[in-house]
Nanobody, 118 residues
Framework: VQLVESGGGSVQPGGSLRLSCATS??????MAWFRQAPGKERERVAC??????IVYADSVKGRFTISQDTAKNLYLQMNSLKLEDTATYYC????????????????WGQGTQVTVTS
């Protein structure tokens, strides 16, 4: 499974960005966006399971939206960005038929940088 992120960049607080993750997979997997800021632990931001369940971290609820198209590509619409959203964002996937709450994410993209700065 290949995962390639794009769409990162620099934006002011309150701005928006849309991340994309192109995937080579064709079966249903759980897919998620993670992020990691320097000196901080990796955090799962949003997940969509093979059963279509969607889960968000409390820190992004109401601001970020995860979605997936029919080709299984993954997206993250990020609105009302805050300084603390600055991080490298990674797209990740489980093996087939994975779930957000119980399956390990074993495939990872290379990451895309999001910087929120005034």
């Amino acid at each position: 499974v290949q995962l390639v992120e794009s769409g990162g960049g620099s934006v002011q607080p309150g701005g928006s960005l849309r991340l994309s993750c192109a995937t080579s997979q064709y079966r249903r997997y759980a897919m998620a966006w993670f992020r990691q800021a320097p000196g901080k632990e990796r955090e799962r931001v949003a997940c969509i399971g093979s059963d279509a369940e969607i889960v968000y971290a409390d820190s992004v609820k109401g601001r970020f939206t995860i979605s997936q198209d029919t080709a299984k590509n993954l997206y993250l619409q990020m609105n009302s960005l805050k300084l603390e959203d600055t991080a490298t964002y990674y797209c990740a996937s489980t093996r087939p038929a994975g779930y957000c709450g119980s399956t390990a994410f074993v495939f990872w993209g290379q990451g895309t940088q999001v910087t929120v700065t005034s």
